[in-house]
């Protein structure tokens, strides 16, 4: 919702924490740009939906945005933003273009985020209210649903680092605070659509990351495993009913303070399918004087590999190694790539976009999928992150990850050579 739609005080939309944060802490962005227009889809839906369906894209993964449905977060519900959706997901289904929804992609209503927000243990009642809304005004027509995008991204990068909304000193009580309240939202919200939504198919989404130590040294490769608690096992553990990986990271241990009698069991949730987000690895060394995980990342350009724009390792076998590893947790029934993509340098010539090597990183990270599907693994789909180029939140417009361009000046779209491949790729 915040990186394409715009229409930020739109409609009846009332102010999130993306809204506030980039007003109000423009310095935190690097561009020091905002979500206020973005790609204008809350005016262009229609006709970037139509180019979806030309593009011959089956599925199209979009959020919910908290604040533009209930402006307030709880409460009084906001008539024009529950309309807008109807609009997309109609428009969606006419053109043959299934909608799978996520409920937070990281915009709460800065109201609640006034309150605390994923800090405060009464989220997971507003939460609750939130995709209650969401599953009884779309269930009807909506049958894929994702309860979080990301959850390791927005409690790290918004509450312990404070380089994301709602920014901030950086507070590890806050990030373990927001941590279980965000584990204990997906159990909640997982119920809610199962209980509302017909024949609902029920996911969420994890970033995942390999982890390798550098130079495979043992005190490295140790560190590596501590990383790879933070990185990949914090919240799908508890969400699967195997608790948190307190063992493995004992610094966690912090978290059990905002553990309450009974929330072990509320915590689990028998998903349909999760949602792996891949894009490259990391490089660890052991190093005491970093807390918590006591190890820091090799620089990939130290390395001397290819970087893409958002300085990331290109590393197409990472997606493979991060497959197997999620698929290896007996309560991983299923496996969508819900999204992978790549950030590089596009330059337009008359016209034309010819971005060759977005091509090839999507052909050989495929490769990898298709490597894993055929070794049995129960994969369901894979969408590209992104169809637009859109806000990349603390980069701003910068790093331009779609496959269709945009000219923010003009809102113009330009379907990039990637584009044409994979809607080539699409047709068979
Ligand atoms: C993910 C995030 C997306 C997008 C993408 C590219 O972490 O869910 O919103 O920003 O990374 O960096």
Redesign the pocket.
Known sequence: AY?IEGGWNEDGKGESNWDHFTHYHKNKIKTHENGDVACDFYHRYESDIELMHKMHIPASRFSIGWSRVLPQGIGQINQKGIDFYNKVIDKSLKEGVTPWVTCY?WDIPQALEAKGGWTNRDVIKWFEEFVEVCALKFGDRVKNWMVF??PM?FTLAGYMLGIHAPGGAISFDKFYASTHHVVMSHGAGGRIIREHVKNANVGTTF?CIPIDGWKDKPANLEAAKRVDVMANRLFIEPVLGMGYPLHDLPALKHIEKYIHAGDEEKMKFDFDFIGL?N?TRWVVKNLGLVPMVHAINIKPSKMGHDLTE?GWEVYPEGMYRIIKQFAAYPGVKKIYLT?N?VAFKDELVNGEINDVKRIQYLKDYLQQVLKAKRGGINIGGYFI?SFLDNF??AEGYRPK?GIVAVDYKTQQRTIKASGKWFSDFLKG
């Open positions: 990186q992609h995008n990301e991204s970033s987000q894009y958002m999204e993509g992150w990349e939140w990850l």
